[in-house]
Structures are given as structure tokens and as C-alpha cells.
């Protein structure tokens, strides 16, 4: 079973009506949805978010300003896929690191990223690099 963590603040509550079909279609596909929060369960304003996890039938997790994957794993619940507006809020400082250094790794070369539109008629397949400097 897949599971997916789907974070509340400007993810969730960027679009209601869209998030709640899009957690509906991946339920009635066999999927687990929990909303996972940096939020603290204590904090104001959680009656809201409370009412619609319930209307939805899913869990939630308040990670309490705590990284979202270490309080994941804590509770023995581990997503295969993040939905959130804020991924640096996800990877415990570990894995952080790991990823961090990687980057650094490879921003010598980032001559090489691209970027495929396949959504814009006028960019319809294009393939662009982000640097377009010569290579010596
Ligand atoms: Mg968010």
C-alpha cells in the first residue's frame, strides 16, 4: 500500500476542493493519505483541519516544528510520497546532510539541468538548458 504524507498549511489550504478529490482518487485507488503538519496539536486553528481530516476518513500526524520524516518513522508510519509547499521541512537532519552534500556535489554541473514543458502549447516539447553559455 502506498502511503502519502499530504502536509495542511499552503498545501492542503492552497486549494480545499482540489486537495480533497486528489486525496479522495488516491484512497479510492488503495492508497493510505495522512495529513502530516509541522503544526503542534495543541495550536489554534486546528478544529478546521481537524474537521476536514475527519470528513475524509484520514489520519493526521503534528509533527510539533519537528522534521516530518524523523516523526514519521518515530510513530511507525513512513510515506512513499510527500505532498507539501515546503520540502526542506521533510528530511531529518541526516538525510538532510546526505542530500545537502550531494548537491554540492553536483553543482559544478548544472550547465546540465533542463527543464521539458509538456503542459504550454508554445513550449510544447522543448527542451531548454539553464545556461545557454558556451562550452569552452
Ligand atoms: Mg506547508
Given at each position: 500500500m502506498i502511503k502519502v504524507a499530504v502536509d495542511y498549511?499552503?498545501?492542503?489550504?492552497?486549494n480545499p476542493a482540489l486537495m480533497s478529490r486528489l486525496i479522495r482518487l488516491l484512497k479510492s485507488a488503495g492508497c493510505e493519505v495522512k495529513i502530516v503538519?509541522?503544526?503542534?496539536?495543541?495550536?489554534?486553528?486546528?478544529n478546521i483541519l481537524e474537521m476536514a481530516a475527519k470528513h475524509l476518513e484520514i489520519g493526521i500526524i503534528y509533527c510539533?516544528?519537528?522534521p516530518k520524516q524523523a516523526i514519521c518513522k518515530y510513530l511507525g508510519w513512513e510515506p512513499d510520497v510527500w505532498v507539501d509547499d515546503k520540502p526542506e521541512t521533510i528530511p531529518d537532519r541526516a538525510t538532510l546532510g546526505i542530500f545537502y552534500t550531494h548537491a554540492m556535489m553536483r553543482e559544478a554541473h548544472l550547465e546540465h539541468s533542463a527543464e521539458i514543458n509538456n503542459h504550454d502549447e508554445s513550449h510544447a516539447n522543448q527542451v531548454g538548458t539553464k545556461d545557454s553559455r558556451p562550452r569552452s
Open positions: 498549511d499552503d498545501t492542503f489550504t492552497l503538519t509541522w503544526r503542534h496539536s495543541i495550536a489554534e486553528g486546528n510539533g516544528g519537528q
